[in-house]
């Protein structure tokens, strides 16, 4: 499915409606005012805020990636090196965040193909929940689902540890 068929006011909220739909997968969703930050999007979604899958666009070496992490972690660069074989890694800059997926920072969801055209990796920890929570395409909105369907239906190139404890 193209975003560009997508009839929804957010092309990409809509795109994962559908997506979703044709997956018969069961989510709620939770339009709230604009949210910047993994806490200010628990809060407004009334969820702890380690439900959360913070979605970073990553470069790698030469290609951008998709990963997603507990939002009460942060990334760990030196495991996804590591585990990967990668010599460089650094955060897409806002610039490119909106070029290589037309969002701004804070709204993207933890969605690879066929919702954003990346590889997708996953933190092990997103499995430690029963749900995730996430924006889904704008920082008014969001979807709660199950872990089980997220990870049914993201279907991640790899799963694995890429996360530290966000206190230090």
Known sequence: MSLASSREPTGVL?????FLGESGVSFREVRHGETRTSEEAARARGEDLRI???ALLIK?????RLFVLPADCRLDSAAVRRELGLKKTRFASPEELVQQTGLVPGSVPPFGRPILPFELYVDSGIGDNERIAFNAGS???SIIMSTDDYFRTAQPSRVFSFSKDDTA
């Open 60 to 64: 790698t070496d030469k290609k951008f």
């Open 139 to 141: 920082l008014t909105d």
């Open 52 to 54: 959360g899958g913070k």
């Open 14 to 18: 809509g795109a994962i409606r559908v």
